[in-house]
């Protein structure tokens, strides 16, 4: 399926079907606002449940908090955000666009890779077995050609960046001949800083003193909360604080469904650890993340590691596990080296110690960050475009299914009667009855069976239970699967187990070790 249709199809589907809804649709929606709907809810609140596991019960030393969204202001002077949380702004006077002028850059090297790509392809066709790629892109000089201006683009774009020069990154926007998708001009005014933190203000005092922030970032709760939680929970160094919550951005560029929203959730951990030690550490983070995703079962090929070229001030290493959505590879999640940059803006800010005393040496330090940080409704969004397949089947006949994976789907198993008499309405609900305490369980007695079955693959549900006759006889079922459609016969009384090894945290989370 073309790639912008997919996106479009997913809009359609998740609205269709109860998982995500425009944001107070009756008075036409708010901007890159999104509301979760029953089926959505389930779904984001599962993969809560698989993040928050792996990080707080499969490591001793990780334990999680909830904080306010709400903090003092101070923090965000202190973390850089009042400064220099921003995004370089133009405008096409054309169109009315505005853009970020660094994804525009980054846009136009992605088609560069695109050509790249192309060229491979036609060499791989041309030359089949014999092909080799590396020799090829080492040597052909359209590959070449192409991949010394993707290096001149990075040069200038990272200058640009780190000195804020943003004349600098206009003219380089001009230079490339880069035009608005929409009016098709090259017409741009200046670049231009625009803060993305919103701000508000608290109870009755008027004026400056008063303002305050939607906190931008979960990690802010973290690092002011290090010393209670090390205290209180008598943590030793290396550990990690593990938060889930909300966040707040003013995104200038706020398209591309729930990839970029102004309201989003994030699922930050911060791991503590000895100065000198953090990229060891930060390696070691880098292969955890990755393996948690692949765990999945997403496809490997989705997935691509892309170091930053321009580091956030706070930053000795970094990278973004990127996802292949339907607009492209795009950031998953951020893996970042904090250095004690943050505890010490706050030692600073607050005039109070954020140090961990090391009682196997005697002396006191502040500790070195690693962050990993993924936003929730991204990961919502890489588990739908990969789970979201048209099959056109045997028959002839077509499907919608969403193989999401068992342990996340909404439902774990529909329990449909065959028919709505003779008993078969009773049994079906009586092993409803026997499994909802552990999973959850969609009853379906109208239409068809095989319309009925359509609607659980169209939801993922992964198993659907059809009771039929035969059923009040032997007290066994038909358990249908909804990736391979195959049916077979069960006896009611192992579908406990069988739902268990298939569709049960344990069993999701068991290859993560
Ligand atoms: P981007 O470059 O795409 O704006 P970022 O580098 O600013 O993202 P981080 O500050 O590293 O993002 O935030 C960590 C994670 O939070 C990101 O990897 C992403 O998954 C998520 N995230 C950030 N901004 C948004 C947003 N506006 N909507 C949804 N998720 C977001």
Redesign the pocket.
């Known amino acids: 399926m073309e790639q912008k249709d997919l996106l479009k199809d997913l809009i359609a589907h998740c609205k269709e079907y109860g998982f995500i809804f425009p944001s107070s649709e009756i008075y036409d929606g708010l901007a ?1 606002t999104y509301d979760y709907g029953q089926l959505g809810v389930e779904l984001k609140n599962n993969l809560k449940t698989y993040w928050w596991k792996s990080m707080t019960q499969l490591n001793s030393n990780i334990v999680g908090i909830d904080s306010a969204i709400f903090m003092h202001p101070t923090t965000w002077k202190a973390s850089g955000h009042v400064d220099a949380f921003n995004d370089p702004l133009i405008d096409n006077k054309d169109s009315k666009k505005r853009y970020r002028a660094d994804v525009l850059l980054e846009e136009y090297q992605e088609k560069q890779h695109q050509k790249i790509q192309k060229e491979v392809d036609k060499a791989e066709k041309r030359f089949g077995d014999a092909f080799d790629k590396a020799q090829f892109l080492a040597t052909n000089p359209n590959v070449l050609r192409v991949q010394e201006k993707i290096q001149e683009v990075q040069t200038r774009m990272k200058q640009a960046l780190n000195d804020n020069a943003l004349e600098d990154l206009r003219q380089l926007i001009l230079d490339l001949e880069i035009v608005c998708p929409i009016s098709g001009s090259k017409n741009w005014t200046e670049v231009r800083q625009f803060n993305l933190m919103f701000s508000t203000s608290l109870g009755s005092v008027a004026g400056e003193a008063s303002t305050i922030y939607l906190r931008p ?1 979960t990690a802010q709760g973290i690092f002011v909360n290090f010393l209670n939680v090390q205290k209180s929970g008598r943590m030793k160094i290396p550990f990690g604080i593990a938060q889930i919550g909300k ?1 707040f ?1 003013n ?1 200038i560029v ?1 398209r591309q469904f ?5 309201e ?1 959730e ?1 699922m ?1 951990m911060q791991f503590f650890v000895k100065p000198g030690e953090e990229l060891s550490w930060y390696e070691h983070w880098k292969s955890k993340r990755i393996t948690w995703h692949l765990n999945l079962g997403l496809g490997e090929s989705n997935y691509r590691f892309h170091d930053h070229i321009k580091l956030a001030h706070y930053a000795n290493a970094a990278c ?1 596990i990127e996802f292949h959505f339907p607009m492209g590879f ?5 893996i ?1 080296s904090r250095t004690d940059f943050d505890l010490k803006q706050h030692e600073l800010h607050a005039g109070k110690k954020l140090q961990y005393f090391d009682p196997s040496t005697n002396e006191s330090y502040v500790p070195y960050v690693i962050e990993t ?3 929730l ?3 919502f969004l890489s588990v739908l475009t990969a789970a979201y397949q048209e099959e056109t089947l045997e028959d002839g006949s077509e499907r919608t299914v969403l193989k999401i994976p068992a342990a996340l789907a909404p439902y774990k198993l529909a329990v449909l009667p065959l028919v709505k008499k003779d008993g078969l309405p009773e049994k079906a609900q009586a092993i409803i009855e026997m499994l909802r305490l552990d999973f959850t369980t969609q009853y379906d007695e109208k239409d068809s069976i095989g319309k009925r079955y359509r609607r659980q693959d169209a939801i993922g549900t992964p198993f659907a239970i059809t009771v039929d006759h035969e059923s009040l006889e032997n007290n066994t079922v038909t358990i249908r699967n909804r990736d391979t459609m195959v049916q077979e016969r069960m006896a009611i009384d192992a579908l406990p187990n069988y739902l268990h090894t298939h569709c049960s945290w344990s069993a999701l989370l068991s290859n993560l070790g």
């Open positions: 890159a970032e966040a951005r995104e706020a729930i990839f970029r929203m102004r989003f994030q930050e973004d795009k950031e998953l999640e951020g970042h940080s993924v936003g409704d991204r990961l």
